[in-house]
């Protein structure tokens, strides 16, 4: 990584295999918590995505603690809770979580957290969510809602792009793109032009560099409402199977676009590590899905382990802005 202001880049030359991965669960409807009774926070604990009752955690509310029995319940005397406003999880197997919650009047709540092993790991949710392969664990940053794509027509230098690329790329884009939500939304809608949507944060605009830099095929900002995909259409080495940008290049930009970072796991579409028809074809893997999945389940601004921020308000940091090939 190279700072520049707020604008880091990374260049990688990035490459990918396959493996075998756990699948992304799929979501259950979370068990409803029990009814506020007056004076007292009540609620449920869950996993992280499928919503299962989770037994044996440590719920605490300042200088008050309780156990969950198996239905995952818990309540605290809201008299004895002072002006603390963070509920804690802890326990052996769950990744210690903090969240805000109000206690200025009975409340009922249900809280996840996330079960750490059966296919999660923390050192790789580190990597995909965090970045932290390349620099030190950030804040969870990614869409509230599905983004819209403008695609460009035409390069930097104002050359027309040939419709059959445009169809490849416009065909990539669209080809999974819930894969990096946990199914919560994929892409609104891919729109063409000569013009840009950088700055709409409603917008993801891909655009064609020209000239192309050597080293890389491609780059976008990260999780980033109006921001950017940069295609490196010019470099020959980026050319596969007739397209002028890979197929697995335009999904790896996509990802970044949504939220995530690099990892060094053989079969990520996101790897650093991709070689053979993964250049060509890469696909987001089960790993990724699996990860992407639990990060789309907390608030922008989620910090490392899985501390959500003060306010339930979803407000997007802009800074720094981080570029990523």
Known sequence: MRPLGLLMTVLVLAGCDRMQAPQAPSAQPAPQPPPAAAGYLTGRVVATVTGEPLGGITVGLGSQHVETPASGSFAFDLAAAGTSSRLSLSAPGIIPRSVAVAVAAPTQLTVDAIVDGNGFSLDYYRRLV???????????????????IYLRTIDEQGLPVDEAHLRQVEAALLDDPAAWTGGHFGIAEVLRGTATREGDPEWITVKWANPSVD????QAQVGYPGGWIELHHLNPR??????????????????HAMGFFHTDEPGDVLSTKRSGTEWCYGRPSALERFHAAIAYSRPVGNVDPDRDPGSAVQAFDPHPIIVVD
Not at 215 to 218: A, D, K, P
Not at 238 to 255: I, K, M, P, Y
């Open 130 to 148: 965090r970045g932290t392969l390349d620099r030190p664990a950030l804040p969870l940053r990614r869409w509230t809602r599905a983004p819209r």
């Open 215 to 218: 080293s890389i095929c491609g």
């Open 238 to 255: 980026c050319h596969c199977d007739g397209g002028l940008v890979s197929q697995a290049t335009v999904r790896h930009e996509l990802g």
